[in-house]
């Protein structure tokens, strides 16, 4: 037997979605009350984007458990591993924008992560560590800036900050 489902979009609008099967019916999107960002600064190369993010947010399913959703297996029965439950936004901006988005989270006392300049030229987390603890909040040449908290409370903190393109 052969359904006929509305599944609403952003925008409001209604679409018809055709199943057969109940199971799966579409669902209303998921929002979330959190977000996860990646602020990232301008001027970096593509290599170091990806390293820079994936450096950022590998601290976070540590730090706060409840982004992290559950095993994947295939159909198969293979399992893999668990991901964020939520996507990763990731946004740029020149370096005064990275500098006040670090104040602003650091006065809502949000979950972050930093990768500064200095550890493009490090091959290990001890000595990335010390780099970081080296200098000076005010003084650190950030790169990079994962944050997670509040929806509301991210989106204030990256005030400025554009979407990657």
Same mark, same amino acid.
């Given at each position: 037997?052969? #359904? ?18 109940? &199971? ?15 602020? !990232? #600064?301008?001027?970096?190369? $593509? ?27 295939? &159909? ?22 990275? $500098? ?36 000076? $909040? ?19 903190? !990256?005030?400025? &900050?554009?979407?990657?393109?």
């Amino acid at each position: 037997m052969q #359904r006929t489902y509305k599944t609403p979009h952003r925008d409001g609008r209604q679409s018809r979605a055709m199943s057969t099967d109940p &199971a799966t019916v579409p669902t209303a999107p998921v929002r979330f009350d959190t977000k996860i960002a990646v602020l !990232l #600064r301008e001027d970096l190369e $593509t290599w170091q984007r990806l390293n820079v993010t994936a450096f950022l947010v590998s601290g976070l399913g540590v730090t706060v458990p409840e982004v992290i959703g559950e095993m994947y297996e295939d &159909a198969d029965g293979v399992p893999c591993l668990p991901m964020f439950r939520q996507p990763v936004l990731v946004f740029e901006g020149p370096k005064e924008i990275l $500098t006040a988005a670090h104040a602003r989270v650091l006065s809502r006392a949000l979950p972050r992560a930093v990768f500064t300049s200095d550890l493009f030229s490090t091959g290990n987390d001890r000595d990335n560590r010390a780099a970081v603890r080296a200098v000076p $909040t005010a003084e650190l040449d950030l790169v990079g800036l994962a944050v997670y908290g509040p929806r509301n409370a991210v989106d204030k903190a !990256l005030k400025g &900050a554009r979407m990657h393109p």
